[in-house]
């Protein structure tokens, strides 16, 4: 089973309408991120979240907002969806290794389309 | 701010050659490099790693090397495989809040 879930793989949707993409691990991370990639781009930091009391906004994070309701789920809302957040959506976890980086974990994706 | 740069794709290569895909960066203070690699459908997984000037990160056959004077970090491989078929970031990570900052991707598709 893998270890950092995403529901749904895939969504198309109308402009306006309220989506929730979320994010489930069993690695027991602590940390987790939520990332768009559009082509040509790479990722983008959406939010990031140390704990369940830490929510962070990243480089994007207009247009979006983020629950972090348990260590294991952290979901990702676009409150009325645009066109151009047509992307690919990405979580990642890591843990704190004392070292100077963590490694982080990534799920499958979702790909949204807005119409 | 910090930025990562990668070389244009899409790169096509014949099985057994040799593979070299430029990154460079820019960034403050001393930053660690990464290579992730996402197949087809899949999400990204780290493929090596370099925290310090001059460290070798290597797995699976590609190496990298962390040159602070050029301030680049390209993966090289000698022999490539079908199996390699796949997008590859290279990012960076700088400061104490452990975020990645990540180039665009390559798409490299070897032919048999």
């Known amino acids: 089973d893998a270890d950092v879930t995403q529901t749904p793989r895939n969504r198309i949707t109308k402009t306006g309408k309220r989506i929730m993409l979320e994010c489930s691990q069993t690695k027991g991370h602590d940390r987790m991120y939520w990332y768009r990639q559009d082509p040509g781009l790479g990722l983008q930091l959406i939010y990031y979240?140390?704990?369940?009391?830490?929510?962070n906004k990243g480089e994007i994070s207009d247009g979006y907002s983020v629950s972090r309701q348990a260590q294991a789920k952290f979901s990702l809302s676009l409150e009325s969806a645009i066109p151009n957040q047509t992307a690919l959506y990405f979580c990642?976890?890591?843990?704190?290794?004392?070292?100077?980086?963590?490694?982080?974990?990534f799920g499958p994706g979702t790909r949204l389309t807005v119409l | 701010g910090n930025s990562v740069t990668q070389m244009e794709g899409p790169v096509t290569l014949s099985e057994e050659a040799f593979l070299t895909i430029n990154c460079t960066y820019t960034?403050?203070?001393?930053?660690?490099l990464f290579w992730y690699v996402q197949y087809p459908g899949e999400g990204l997984q780290l493929l090596l790693k370099?925290?310090?000037?001059?460290d070798k990160g290597s797995n699976k056959g590609f190496e990298a090397t962390y040159r602070k004077e050029t301030t680049s970090f390209h993966l090289e491989k000698g022999s490539v495989q079908v199996s390699d078929s796949a997008v590859y970031f290279c990012a960076l990570s700088s400061g104490g809040a452990q975020k990645l900052v990540f180039g665009q991707g390559t798409r490299l598709t070897i032919n048999p």
């Open positions: 990642a976890t890591s843990t704190p290794t004392g070292g100077s980086v963590d490694e982080q974990f």
């Open positions: 370099a925290t310090k000037a001059d």
């Open positions: 960034a403050t203070g001393y930053p660690s």
């Open positions: 979240s140390f704990d369940v009391k830490d929510i």
